[in-house]
């Protein structure tokens, strides 16, 4: 499959006024190498709910979640918890595993230590789509 590469202006862009950016020369960037380490272990999801918001993930948001990094306190994960998929940081207080939200409005969640509990990986980037981008594509437009 042909990874495409995009020109990327390697300068930082000021959010206030702007500055021209004519002189800057465009040297390619390959998004699946900038954001993906481990191919084959490798998926991406979409978030549903604003239960971590804290963390900057927002409803609409593509994960890109890697299941060959083992899963540390203070990661955010992908885990199933009772046969359901979550979201959520993986933290360890007392000695026990905790799933926490990213939202004052969401209460922490212990990991249990019997079955019903996995982590499946660790969520390396979030890819955001801003206004009328975030349409999803037509078939057509798909590659």
Known sequence: MHRPTIP???QAVAAGFPSPAADHEAVGLNLDRLLIRHPAAT???RVAGDSMTGAGILDGDLAIVDRAIEARPGHVVVAVLDGEFVLKRLRLRGGRL???AENPRFRACVAPTESGFDVWGVVTAVVRQMGAAS??????EQR
């Open 8 to 10: 990327f202006f390697d």
């Open 43 to 45: 998926f991406m999801l």
């Open 98 to 100: 905790f799933l926490d």
């Open 135 to 140: 349409d999803p594509p037509k078939a057509d």
